[in-house]
């Protein structure tokens, strides 16, 4: 494992996206978004991503400086295409337009098609929590179909994410984001990589067997090499049986078809689709009733007694933030595999290796 220090290797990945041709403003906004996420503690989709993104792009499946069409507009509701472009470039813009419509109405909700991998969801549940507002993502992965549903073998789902966030003055807010899937695939990809394993669970082989193998998603593998999950012959596991099966197919339908990103099935182009709703707590009751319920809530819930004794219970968004306030002071942690391959596809579209050192030299 090495330790890069977050400034320098956002430096790094955001010269690797302006080689490969975004603006300097985008290939920035990539790579804040993806060292984001490792600095929250979700190294599955940090800058382990790099490679991926860098073959959407050859393969002109991701659009670079793309702009969001709007599709149809109302005071309450925004339709918006991405058109294929990043994720980190139009999930922000279409959360804009939410937040903007929430401020208005206090109540709002957009509806994002055809958008090129938008990362961690939770960062537009923190994007509006930061204005004030309450929030909740359905999201699907089309394209990406990797879970089975309960009582199944084979893929139907995509890792189709949740997530909820809730403002709290003078606090971090409380943000609930996970995949659907027993994992996300990201942290398939990091056990492949050599890093964190995965669960024993996690996986379910054709003969309806649990594993934590990522071989059963990728199927044969270079340490280094390339990862494709349509190699493997098992599935991921749904999280929480029929119940986190169901809300799965939910984000499919909500995320997926309602958004007409359309659902997720086999070889079709990758694209997030996400419906997010907004609201505004202080149209609701602009008392102090809210916050001073979450905060006395908050007190009582994590008053529980814990499992093992002088272990703390945490709430939903405190993870990220400690592993933020760890990783800014230490750096970002990353298998050696990882790096290789990170940097390998720097080196290829031509990174200097001065600027490769300047990075490791944290
Ligand atoms: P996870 O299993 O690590 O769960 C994270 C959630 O659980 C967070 O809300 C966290 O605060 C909370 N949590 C964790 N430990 C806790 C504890 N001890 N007590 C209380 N709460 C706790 O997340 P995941 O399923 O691996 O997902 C990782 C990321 O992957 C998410 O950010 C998600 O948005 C992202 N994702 C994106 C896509 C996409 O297509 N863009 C697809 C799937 C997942």
């Not at 208005?104 to 923190?126: C, K, P, Q, T, Y």
């Not at 996300?184 to 379910?204: F, T």
């Not at 059963?216 to 119940?243: C, M, Q, S, V, W």
């Amino acid at each position: 494992m090495i330790s890069i220090q977050h400034e320098k290797l956002r430096d790094l990945v955001a010269e690797v996206f302006a080689i490969a041709g975004s603006s300097r403003a985008e290939a920035m906004r990539i790579a804040t978004y993806l060292v984001g996420a490792n600095l929250a503690g979700h190294d599955s989709h940090g800058v382990i991503r790099v490679p991926v993104y860098l073959r959407w792009l050859k393969e002109g499946q991701t659009v670079r400086d793309q702009s969001i069409k709007i599709v149809s507009d109302t005071p309450v509701i925004a339709v918006i295409d991405g058109q294929f472009g990043f994720g980190q470039t139009v999930a922000p813009q279409a959360v804009a337009i939410g937040i903007e419509k929430c401020k208005g109405m206090g109540l709002s909700a957009i509806a994002l098609r055809n958008s090129a991998h938008i990362g961690r969801v939770g960062d537009f549940a923190e994007m509006a929590a930061a204005e004030g507002l309450v929030s909740a993502h359905f999201v699907n992965a089309a394209g990406s179909i990797l879970v089975a549903p309960f009582g199944a073998t084979e893929r139907r789902f995509s890792t189709a994410p949740f997530c909820v966030g809730i403002p709290r003055p003078g606090a971090s807010p409380l943000i609930l984001d996970f995949a659907t899937s027993l994992v996300a695939e990201g942290k398939a990809l990091v056990a492949s990589r050599g890093g964190k394993k995965l669960p024993a669970d996690a996986l379910i082989g054709p003969d309806g067997k649990k594993s934590g193998d990522p071989h059963l998603l990728y199927g044969e593998f270079e340490p280094t090499g390339p990862r494709n999950h349509g190699l493997g012959k098992g599935a991921i596991r749904a999280f929480g049986e029929h119940k986190g099966s169901g809300l799965a197919l939910m984000c499919e339908l909500i995320g997926g078809a309602l958004t007409g990103n359309g659902t997720t099935k086999p070889n079709r182009r990758f694209s997030n689709g996400m419906l997010s709703i907004f609201i505004d707590p202080a149209r609701i009751d602009a008392s102090d009733f809210f916050p001073e319920e979450i905060a006395r809530y908050l007190a009582f819930v994590k008053s529980a007694k814990p499992v093992v004794a002088g272990e703390e219970v945490l709430v939903p968004g405190e993870p990220e933030e400690r592993a933020r306030q760890e990783r800014m002071a230490t750096g970002v942690p990353l298998p050696e595999d990882a790096w290789e391959a990170i940097i390998g596809a720097a080196r290829e579209i031509g990174v200097s290796e001065a600027t490769i050192e300047a990075a490791r030299k944290a």
